[in-house]
């Protein structure tokens, strides 16, 4: 009787190899834009000494970490429905034929394993929910070549099924209804989130952590000066220090009265929310220029901050050249708030959230 009813469970008439690798070759797709835009994101934040990443295009960062965060979000449906379909097959018995099989199944043991996690990690992560004993980045960072990995080797497994159905239409209408549904359902879950980086869309985005118009000046706040422990300074000095010609001191008025520019530039955090904002305040170069600092010095951005993973930050040369980078004082019109990094904070084009640092108070040339 348990017998019959789990056979019949495996024996719905939606499988088939077709299904499978229809649902295979989209998972591949979706996974390897994750891990392009994945190691985008973990190489502008941890960059080797060499790389010095271009300032433009504006928007590339917000781009990439959107698609990274809305299309692995968009997957979970993608990724349960085709565990459906192949689950029969992940419990057949005995487990392995041969030391060839025993491999090629402990791959996509690996590969199922490791996309659950990467899926669940990520979505916690963004929910800012944090369950678990171990650092999301590394995990997140490390399993993704573990699941890469064995996709490719799955892939080369699976490639003569893959080839015979890729340009073949699926047989039966409701096999096809049942790969529109899964389609579907992950059009929707990405157009429920996307708001949070495609503003116009921002009115849709239910699934979506955060509304990239709600917050302190009408923006969200990553984290908050209370949460900092950043309170406002009133004998508050701006430092120029480091390889420089002529170490510098500003205060607020000083920097007030300097040329200001205003720029649009997104604020585009890790966690896939982005919103373009009018920032307005004194270009980065011009008072490194003053300082008398080289054109090619690294420099560090330092917060009041005085502990937390992101009270600094490093601007290399291509950042901090370009003239939309700014120590901004205001933002859409009004200067900031103090959640949002007053008195000065950094705005910089293609750049994570991560690095735009807030409540500036030290700009270290080295
Ligand atoms: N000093 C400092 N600056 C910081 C942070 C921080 O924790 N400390 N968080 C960063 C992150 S993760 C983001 S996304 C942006 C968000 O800026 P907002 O809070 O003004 O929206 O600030 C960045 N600047
Ligand atoms: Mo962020």
């Not at 834009?33 to 941890?46: E, N, P």
């Not at 690996?110 to 999301?136: C, H, R, S």
């Not at 709600?214 to 923006?219: C, T, Y």
Request: with cysteine; charged share 15%; proline share 7%.
């Amino acid at each position: 009787m348990i017998l019959k009813t789990i056979s019949a469970r495996f024996t719905s008439r939606l499988r088939s190899e077709q299904v499978t690798a229809k649902l295979g070759v989209w998972l591949g797709i979706s996974f390897t834009v994750a891990f392009a835009t994945g190691l985008f994101s973990h190489f502008t934040q941890h960059p080797p000494d060499w790389l010095l990443w271009p300032s433009r295009p504006v928007n590339l960062y917000r781009v990439t970490q959107g698609l990274h965060v809305i299309g692995g979000i968009a997957t979970v449906p993608l990724l349960l429905a085709k565990l459906w379909v192949v689950h029969p097959k992940l419990w057949q018995w005995p487990p392995f034929r041969s030391a060839g099989h025993a491999v090629e199944r402990l791959c996509v043991l690996l590969l199922v394993a490791g996309a659950l996690f990467q899926l669940v990690t990520g979505a916690l992560n963004i929910a800012y929910v944090y369950p678990y004993p171990f650092g999301f980045l590394q995990a997140h960072y490390w399993t993704a070549y573990i699941v890469y990995g064995a996709l490719m080797i799955h892939v080369i497994n699976e490639w003569a099924k893959v080839r015979r159905s890729l340009w073949t239409r699926v047989e039966g209408p409701e096999r096809r209804r049942f790969l529109f549904t899964v389609a579907a359902a992950c059009g929707l879950t990405a157009l429920a989130t996307a708001g949070e980086a495609v503003t116009p869309l921002e009115r849709l985005a239910i699934l979506a952590p955060r509304n990239p118009r709600v917050g302190s000046q009408g923006l969200p706040v990553n984290r908050s000066a209370a949460a900092a422990g950043v309170v406002a300074v009133p004998d508050y000095r701006l430092r120029i220090t480091g390889a420089v010609h002529t170490p510098m001191t500003f205060g607020y008025a000083d920097l007030t009265a300097m040329p200001q520019h205003s720029v649009r530039l997104p604020l585009s955090c890790v966690e896939g929310w982005s919103v373009e904002c009018e920032w307005t305040g004194v270009r980065l170069r011009d008072l490194l220029k003053a300082a008398g600092a080289a054109p090619d010095a690294f420099v560090t951005v330092v917060s009041l901050e005085r502990a937390g993973w992101y009270r600094s930050s490093e601007v290399r040369p291509p950042h901090w050249n370009d003239p939309l980078t700014l120590l901004a004082l205001r933002v859409n019109g009004q200067p900031l708030d103090l959640d949002h990094g007053f008195p000065v904070r950094l705005i910089a084009p293609n750049r994570p959230g991560v690095q735009q640092t807030k409540w500036i108070e030290e700009v270290r040339v080295a």
